[in-house]
């Protein structure tokens, strides 16, 4: 195990009714406020009348930002931006799911920099001051919610990077505002929250029994509570554990004393920036690709993956054939739960391989389970159309 320092300073308040915390937090962290949210699915679901009822009734003033796309856009965080400069916003406060909570960080950095907010993305620059900011979730998946990263697209030069920000202040998580999360986008939430364990599962980091323990528990809870989920969307108990999944997915539990990998995300960020697709779609097509392509640097690794995550059975098999049952456990339960597979399921060729391959090692070499160069992604991206 290496050397570690852990702090996580967000407050997490979870559960039924919890959304009346707000109440204290107005009269805390001040009176304006930017509130941010994406397509107007929480004005569908009456949410939003409920945060605006609790808010104004305890004297805030509210501007807001809606809007946010599924890639937030760095157009429109700098709109956020303006609105909090002009506007002298005290705090801001994120409903939705991690794009808009991303969208908001950047927000939260960007009000209180002179720069242009894409330096902390394109590694120029290093936050050291934010506006507070607090979330509302309504999605199980980035885990944006407890930690202090962000990414954002830039359209314009089609890149697509993720930066630290800040840490919320404080998140909300009540399992009834994940009821209405449509099937697709529960489909992707669960394979980004898998996704996050896996970039920190697959590590060549030594005596790390307990986060390899706390990883395979993570995923295995996922499996049992995302059909539930999807078979009955009211269902609290697995829209709970899910929500906690994606928390504790990316909190910095996992990657304590662990030298994490992440070059599949740097390599969906690739995709998602030249042709837009849902971030947990593409994880679910590139990443056993990504497995397929690197197991061999250490398959007893993958050889446990597969039998404690699957229980695949080990009687009278090799560690590397365990390995690649697996592999193909994984993309077996991910078609199950009816992800993506192929790139062409988006309707993406090798028309542009080499562009995207390129766009995935910006600042050099991804990943650390397997150091990876273009060659090596565009055989990956290849593997995957």
Not at 171 to 196: A, R
Not at 201 to 222: C, D, G, M
Not at 295 to 318: C, L, N, P, T
Not at 355 to 361: F, G, N, Q, R, T
Request: with cysteine.
């Amino acid at each position: 195990m290496n050397n570690f320092v852990f702090h996580n300073p967000t407050e997490l308040i979870f559960g039924k009714g919890q959304i009346e915390k707000l109440e204290e937090k107005v009269h805390k962290l001040g009176q304006k406020i930017l509130v941010v949210y994406g397509g107007g699915s929480i004005k569908k679901t009456g949410l939003y009348d409920k945060v605006v009822t609790i808010l104004k009734s305890n004297g805030a003033t509210i501007s807001e930002l809606p809007g946010i796309e599924p890639n937030p856009r760095l157009t429109t965080v700098k709109k956020g931006i303006d609105i909090c400069k002009q506007n002298e916003i005290d705090w801001i406060l994120a409903i939705g799911g991690g794009s808009v909570i991303d969208a908001s960080k950047a927000i939260a950095i960007g009000a209180k920099y002179e720069g242009d907010v894409w330096d902390f993305y394109n590694r120029k620059a290093f936050p050291t001051a934010a506006l507070p900011l607090g979330t509302i979730l309504t999605l199980a998946a980035t885990g944006s919610e407890m930690n202090p990263m962000s990414v954002v697209t830039n359209w314009e030069t089609q890149e697509k990077h993720g930066g630290y920000t800040t840490y919320p202040t404080f998140s909300i998580l009540d399992p009834e505002n994940t009821f209405s999360v449509p099937k697709d986008q529960t489909i992707y939430g669960s394979c980004d929250i898998m996704s996050h364990v896996f970039e920190q599962y697959f590590s060549h980091t030594s005596n790390i029994p307990l986060q390899t323990r706390f990883a395979e528990s993570i995923l295995k809870t996922v499996i049992e509570n995302v059909e539930l989920a999807i078979t009955n969307p009211n269902d609290y108990d697995a829209r709970a554990n899910l929500l906690m999944c994606g928390t504790f997915a990316l909190n910095g539990i996992l990657s304590t004393g662990v030298e994490t990998d992440w070059a599949t995300h740097s390599i969906e960020h690739a995709v998602s920036a030249v042709y837009d697709i849902p971030h947990g779609g593409g994880l679910a097509i590139i990443f056993p690709n990504w497995m397929k392509y690197v197991y061999e640097e250490d398959v007893a690794r993958f050889a446990r993956f597969a039998a404690e995550v699957w229980g695949v059975d080990a009687i009278d098999k090799s560690d590397n054939e365990i390995a690649l049952e697996g592999i193909e456990a994984v993309r077996s339960f991910f078609n199950k739960i009816g992800a993506p597979s192929r790139l062409a399921d988006y309707n993406i060729t090798d028309e542009k391989l080499d562009i995207m391959a390129e766009k995935a090692v910006p600042f050099g070499p991804i990943g650390n389970f397997k150091k990876l160069n273009k060659d090596d992604v565009y055989q990956i991206l290849k593997m995957s159309l």
